[in-house]
């Protein structure tokens, strides 16, 4: 009776045409999507690096200490701040330097801290010898909220194996990097500090990130451009010092303060 009436089989003819489309779309679009992402991991992958120190008569020899990632002429590497080590054990010949690769292939290279930027949170290091494959710095003036991004790095370091794992992250807010706090008990010096400088903005992304991926680029899945770079530390501190529980939400800062940053001469 039903598919004897007219009005049912109408709706039935649309609902299978609306229905063909659809796989027809997601058979067109999701594989290409993702063939594409792929092709991106696989061009950024050898630029993104390991931070950290090595000591010879320490075991393990290699500290690692966040994500970098090479941009430039191939020998500056930019990573978080906050992973550069205050003093060096100089007299047990510790050393600055990169982690070149992934698992049993990584290989640490010397660099020297070229430049600085605490208040964003920045750190610009160079290489010598070889220069390793480089990421172009894009525009973030440009990036708009509900961007579809992904980032590169070393989540929880060595203790995952110093393998390269990518998240994708939609850009869900462009938000100060640090807000008025409701009561004195949630102030800190870094905080109070902060407050008295200019505002900057910083992304928030709807991705997780992992303790070792601070400094890990932040870029866009088409094209692998650099549009920010990831910070765990340093933003969480400062936007959420009135939550006891962490929120899992992630951030980071745009590229524009890392042009400025390598726009400096030698600190």
């Keep these: 009776m039903i598919a004897r ?3 049912y089989r109408n709706a039935f003819a649309s609902a299978s045409a609306l229905a063909a489309v659809l796989v027809l779309f997601c058979v067109a679009h999701t594989p290409v999507e993702a063939a594409e992402l792929s092709r991106t991991i696989a061009a950024v992958k050898p630029s993104v ?3 950290g120190t090595h000591q010879r008569t320490r075991t393990p020899a290699v ?3 966040a994500t970098g990632f090479v941009v430039g002429d191939g020998l500056s590497v930019i990573t978080n701040a906050h992973s550069i080590p205050d003093l060096l054990d100089v007299a ?3 050393t600055l330097g990169v982690v070149v690769g ?3 292939q990584a290989q640490f290279r010397p660099a020297t801290l070229a430049g600085l930027d605490k208040e964003h949170d920045l750190a610009h290091l160079r290489l010598s ?3 390793l494959p480089a990421l172009t710095i894009g525009d973030s003036a440009t990036v708009l909220e509900g961007r579809d991004l992904a980032f590169t790095g070393f989540p929880l370091g060595m203790l995952l194996g110093l393998n390269h794992a ?5 850009l869900a807010a462009i938000t100060p990097a640090v807000m008025p706090q409701l009561g004195s008990r949630n102030l800190n010096p870094r905080v109070l500090s902060q407050l008295q400088k200019s505002p900057f903005l910083i992304f928030q992304l709807d991705g997780t990130a992992y303790p070792g991926n601070s400094g890990s680029p932040l870029y866009d899945p088409e094209d692998g451009v650099v549009y920010g770079i990831i910070n765990a530390v340093l933003v969480k501190g400062l936007k959420e010092t009135a939550i006891s529980t962490p929120s899992g939400i992630t951030y980071a800062i745009p590229a524009t303060y ?7 001469k030698n600190d």
Excluded: C, K, Y
Aim: a positive charge.
């Design 5 to 7: 009436n007219p009005i």
């Design 49 to 51: 690096v390991g931070i």
């Design 63 to 65: 500290r690692f200490a």
């Design 92 to 94: 047990n010949r510790e």
């Design 102 to 104: 992934s698992g049993s």
């Design 129 to 131: 010898g070889a220069p």
């Design 166 to 170: 990518t998240h994708r992250a939609m």
């Design 258 to 264: 890392i042009r400025q940053l390598l726009d400096r």
